[in-house]
């Protein structure tokens, strides 16, 4: 994939970590089941993003209401293709994206900051459709990773950066199947 839209992320042979945001009343009863369970909505499209920048620009940190918790998900890379094999890119027609049980969409990566980059990062919609294959038989763990999201946001406020970087995730190049990465750049 061009430099500019690069999957980056924390992953090993198996498995692939993406994050959301979560009220306690969704992330407490799935961190004590180890999967998703009511009242995680099983009915309407969730968003998973391998970037952590990326949701904690959106989740101000955990601050955002409704966004109090996160949750590092980690998802079998077989789920994780066949997402992004299913996905329709956000800008491809409405009937296109009406019909897609994954959409993708990119947004441009932040830094520890928050200031937009000038590359990319990959935000990912599982469907109503995939939406119980997801918490069903891709996620393999969560993890609250919300006392190190506070940590960090900590350090970044008081000036040390430093400090907070060598706290977030070891992300790097995550290496998308040739033929799932030009459906991702130029859709279906």
């Known amino acids: 994939m061009p430099v500019q839209h690069q999957v980056r992320a924390d992953y090993d042979a198996e498995t692939i970590v993406v ?3 979560y009220p306690p009343a969704v992330a407490d009863p799935a961190l004590s089941a180890e999967r998703f369970v009511p009242p995680f909505s099983f009915t309407r499209m969730t968003w998973i993003k391998p970037s952590f920048l990326w949701l904690m620009h959106r989740s101000n940190w955990a601050r955002k209401p409704g966004q109090e918790r996160v949750l590092a998900v980690r998802i079998t890379r077989e ?3 066949e997402a992004l094999s299913r996905a329709v890119l956000t800008t491809a027609g409405p009937e296109a994206v009406d019909r ?4 993708v969409q990119w947004d441009p990566e932040r ?3 928050g200031a937009a980059l000038n590359h990319y990062s ?3 919609g599982i469907g109503r459709t995939l939406i119980r294959r997801f918490a069903d038989e891709w996620v393999v763990g969560l993890t609250d990773v919300t006392p190190t999201v506070r940590r960090i946001a900590g350090l970044v406020q008081t000036g040390q950066a430093s400090k907070a970087q060598r706290l977030l995730p070891p992300e790097r190049e995550y290496p998308v199947p040739p033929e799932i990465a030009r459906r991702l750049l130029v859709g279906s």
């Not at 897609?100 to 959409?103: E, P, R």
């Open 79 to 81: 789920g994780w293709h």
């Open 100 to 103: 897609a049980a994954v959409h």
């Open 19 to 21: 994050y959301q945001a």
């Open 122 to 124: 990959i935000q990912v």
């Open 111 to 113: 830094s520890l900051r």
